[in-house]
């Protein structure tokens, strides 16, 4: 997970996880870690950290946390908008797991461009698919990528921008 946990929703998502989610995961993959990153960690999540949850914490080039992880996991559990981490993750090519908030909005396809996961079990069987199933792994990170360069890429903005301009007669 990845975010600032002055933003209550992010501390409620690594509360939810840790206690709904690791405990299963733990049990059955041991080998398996979640790493939390992100500014002002409060004590009470640094507390939570274990032999598989890693408080990572503030990270300075967020290229780290894309380059070092195999899978980006949005537990969020409210919050609302776009999930600007989630599209960051998609354009690295990372393969995530998102409950339905977080894929709110977006417009991902559970199974093409993301999993989406809703029950703790859920969670673990999305983890295990990515984490063991290589060609899974491979076409999510490809779908992703290539739905987020279609859809929320710079060069999307310019024309999606041009469009809007041209339709009330300003052009660029």
């Known amino acids: 997970l990845l975010g600032g946990y002055g933003h ?15 405990p299963g995961l733990k049990d059955k993959h041991p080998e398996i870690h979640f790493n939390i990153y992100g500014s002002q960690l409060p004590k009470k999540l640094i507390d939570l950290a274990n032999d598989t949850v890693n408080m990572q914490g ?3 080039v967020i290229d780290q946390v894309y ?4 899978i980006f996991i949005a537990p969020l559990q409210s919050g609302a908008g776009i999930k600007g981490k989630v599209l960051g993750a998609l354009a690295y090519g990372i393969p995530t797991i998102l409950s339905p908030v977080a894929a709110e909005g977006i417009g991902l396809r559970d199974g093409v461009e993301t999993l989406i ?12 698919k990515l ?5 899974l792994w491979l076409n999510i990170s490809k779908a992703g990528q290539e739905y987020v360069n279609t859809f929320y890429s710079f060069s999307a903005g310019e024309k999606l921008m041009a469009e809007a301009l041209g339709n009330v007669d300003i052009f660029i």
Do not use: L, R
């Open 67 to 70: 380059n070092e992880n195999k």
């Open 8 to 22: 209550p929703p992010n501390v409620e998502a690594v509360e939810y996880f840790i206690a709904n989610v690791m």
């Open 131 to 135: 984490h063991y199933d290589p060609a």
């Open 117 to 128: 996961a809703k029950t703790p079990d859920q969670w673990i069987e999305a983890i295990e």
């Open 58 to 60: 503030y990270v300075e």
